[in-house]
Each structure stands twice: as C-alpha cells, then as structure tokens.
C-alpha cells in the first residue's frame, strides 16, 4: 500500500459520512408564503355588487329553514332577523354587520410553536388534498385507502418542507369502521405531526362533527408534550362547515359550529356537502 493511498482513504471515508448524514437529515420546513403581488380580480366591481345584492335578495325574500333548531332560532330573532316558524329571513344588510364580526386573518397555531401559520391577508399555506376513498401505487395499483396508507401520507406531509398545514383527511381509512374512524384519523394527526390541521367529523368529514367532538379536538390540537392540558386558548385547528342544502339547517349543525367556537377553533363555511366516500366506487 503506497503512502498517497492511505492518506485517500479517510477522505473518502469522511466523504461518505458526510453524504449518509445529509440523508438522514430532516428538511427544514420552508415559511408560509406571504404574497406581494396583487391578487387576480375575476369578477368587475360591478358584476361582484351585481351578485351580493342578489344574494341579499335571496336572503330576504326567501330565507334558511332552520329545522327543529330553536336554539337558533333564537339566535337569528335577537340578531334582528325576522322570524316566522322555522323559516329565517334576513333584513338587507344584517349578514353584512355579522359577518364583520369575524377577523380578516388569524394565525392557527400548531402544537410546534414553528409551524404555526398565518390565514387571510396575504398569506398563503400550502397543504395536502383532503377526501379521497382511493390510493394508487406502483405495487398494489389503485385500492381502497387505508388507515397504514394515512400514516403515511400524514408522515409525508410532516417532513415535505413546502407543506404548511395537514389540511383535512388525505386519504379515507376504508378498513376502520365508519363509527369510529373519525377518531383514529384524529388520533393520527395528532401522533404523526406536530403540525396544524383540521377536525375530523363522525362520519369522516369535518362539518358532521357535534359540538363536543369539535371541543375535543380543539384541545387536543393545543396540548403539548409536558404542558398542563389547555381550557380554551388561540385556534388550533380548522373546523369545515358544510350545509346539505343552502337553504336548510339544523340543531347539529348549528351544535358543531358552536363546540368549535367555545374552544376558539377556526370555522370555515361552505355552501354545500359532497358526495361521502362511502358512496363512491372504484
């Protein structure tokens, strides 16, 4: 063995640890993004003014049902809206002052003080799709998901430095029981990421969580490791709202948007509710 050659080996050597330790090293996980360019406008100021007038035409005119939901009843006739059995209509106007009510932005804060993120203004948070019954691989082709396949994607998304927020449900857990699923999915955010994410409802989806659910999993998106267990603090994770129909609500609907509210979760609205996983096929 020549001097030149046992002076190479430990620089290979020192070459090659430092490649396996740039392996095993974790990402970092890149900020939310904060835009600076203006945003796309659509609509004209005019077609915009065009559609809200309508709507408050609709709101006034012909009004939500609210079904065997006195409680919300009660709460639109304070409101100021006028009232007739379980039939709301809503003055030109008034979801204009409520809806002022509710912040422009908010941060959500994740377990990991780090991987909190900023919603509205000109942030923008990146995260997984949230829904599908179906997964695809290259060794088992397209099948149903599994709650294995969720762990994974869940760890996936832990460690992809562009993604912010674990959104919703990123794959449907087909092989756990509908009863219970929604608690194993939330268990599993809750174990496999430190990031934030939203409440897992009853049936798989968010807006069907009742009111003690959505309290339950507000807490839990706030305990640390090693801290007293929290009562009610900042928003800790995202509650989706959707309605069956645009023109109809109930008692638990209105339940499971007040449980998040009480423990001062985020609550996002939308109009209507898709299609279940459970109905789709391959």
């Known amino acids: 063995m020549s001097p030149d050659s046992a002076n190479q080996r430990p620089g290979r050597g020192s070459q090659r640890e430092a490649r396996r330790a740039a392996r095993s090293q974790r990402a970092a996980k890149l900020p939310y993004i904060r835009r600076r360019i203006p945003n796309v406008e659509l609509l004209s100021s005019e077609a915009v003014e ?8 609709i709101l006034e005119e012909i009004g939500i049902e609210f079904r065997r ?5 009660r709460l639109w006739r ?14 030109r106007g008034l979801c204009r002052r409520l809806i ?5 932005e908010f941060t959500l804060h994740a377990r990991n003080p780090e991987r909190s993120v900023r919603f509205g203004g000109d942030a923008t948070v990146f995260s997984p799709v949230g829904g599908p019954p179906f997964v695809s691989d290259l060794d088992r082709g397209r099948r149903y998901g599994t709650l294995e396949d969720l762990h994974n994607f869940i760890k996936l998304a832990h460690v992809a430095p562009a993604i ?3 959104g919703g449900c990123m794959v449907e857990p087909m092989d756990v029981p509908e009863g219970k699923r929604h608690l194993d999915v939330q268990y599993a955010f809750f174990r496999y990421s430190d990031l934030g994410g939203e409440g897992i409802g009853q049936d798989g989806v968010a807006q069907h969580a009742p009111g003690d659910v959505r309290r339950r999993d507000q807490r839990g998106a706030r305990h ?13 994770i995202r509650h989706q709202h959707r309605r ?3 023109q109809h609500g109930d008692s638990r609907q209105r339940a499971g948007m007040a449980g998040a509210g009480v423990e001062g979760g985020a609550l ?15």
């Open 268 to 282: 996002e609205h939308d109009p209507l509710k898709p299609d279940h996983a459970r109905r789709l096929v391959p």
């Open 244 to 246: 069956p129909s645009p």
């Open 164 to 166: 912010h927020f674990l």
């Open 78 to 91: 304070e409101a100021g809206a006028d009232v007739r059995g379980e039939r709301v209509r809503m003055p």
């Open 224 to 236: 640390r490791p090693g801290e007293p267990w929290p009562v009610r603090s900042e928003p800790g």
């Open 50 to 57: 065009v559609i809200e007038h309508n709507a408050e035409t």
């Open 100 to 104: 002022a009510t509710a912040p422009r």
């Open 69 to 73: 939901d006195p409680e919300s009843l």
